[in-house]
């Protein structure tokens, strides 16, 4: 059986964006703090929520401990 290269392997394409997503999320909740607006404040906090959610959801992917992700 031939070995798959690394460029084809999802999970080195997981982390990769699991690390985009630690960015961004990290960058929103810095930006919070740069403006008063109450609904722009909720929007940003909401959204790295979102992709805190995203990233659990890749992670559970690389790591196989939810059912539906095992391999």
Do not use: C, W
Not at 19 to 31: A, K, V
Request: proline share 6%; no cysteine.
């Amino acid at each position: 059986m031939a070995q798959t290269p690394a460029g084809d392997d999802p999970r080195a394409h997981v982390t990769k964006v699991n690390g985009m997503l630690d960015d961004l999320i990290r960058h929103l909740r810095e930006d919070i703090t740069k403006f008063d607006e109450p609904k722009a404040q909720a929007l940003f906090e909401t959204s790295a929520e979102v992709l805190k959610g995203l990233q659990t959801a890749f992670s559970h992917y690389k790591e196989g401990n939810e059912p539906g992700m095992r391999r």
